[in-house]
């Protein structure tokens, strides 16, 4: 599988490091829903179709990364630079 980084271009999946999940949201740190943070720290779905992963090109430009991926078929349809990303997010909310 080739991640293509928006600062080196097409590389092996072996130079990137899986982050985690891009979906998921914390709740509120003063919450005290239990259910809530029992899902934020246990329940991990396992998507079929396009999800949204971080992942670090640490074996290049050590760029976090946010990239869409077919977990069907690893399929890559968008990747971008996680702190662009995160600040289009802070600018909708
Ligand atoms: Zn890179």
């Given at each position: 599988m080739l991640?293509?980084?928006?600062?080196?271009?097409?590389?092996?999946?072996?130079?990137?490091?899986?982050?985690?999940?891009?979906?998921?949201?914390?709740?509120?740190l003063t919450s005290t829903d239990v259910k809530a943070w029992y899902d934020y720290v246990y329940n991990r779905p396992n998507p079929?179709?396009?999800?949204?992963?971080?992942?670090?090109h640490s074996g290049g430009c050590r760029a976090h990364l946010i990239v869409t991926r077919d977990t069907r078929t690893h399929e890559i349809h968008?990747?971008?630079?996680?702190?662009?990303?995160?600040?289009?997010?802070?600018?909708?909310?």
């Open positions: 991640i293509p980084c928006p600062h080196c271009g097409p590389r092996e999946v072996s130079e990137f490091s899986y982050q985690g999940d891009a979906t998921r949201t914390c709740p509120e079929a179709g396009p999800h949204r992963e971080y992942w670090q968008d990747v971008a630079f996680a702190r662009a990303a995160l600040n289009r997010a802070g600018e909708q909310a």
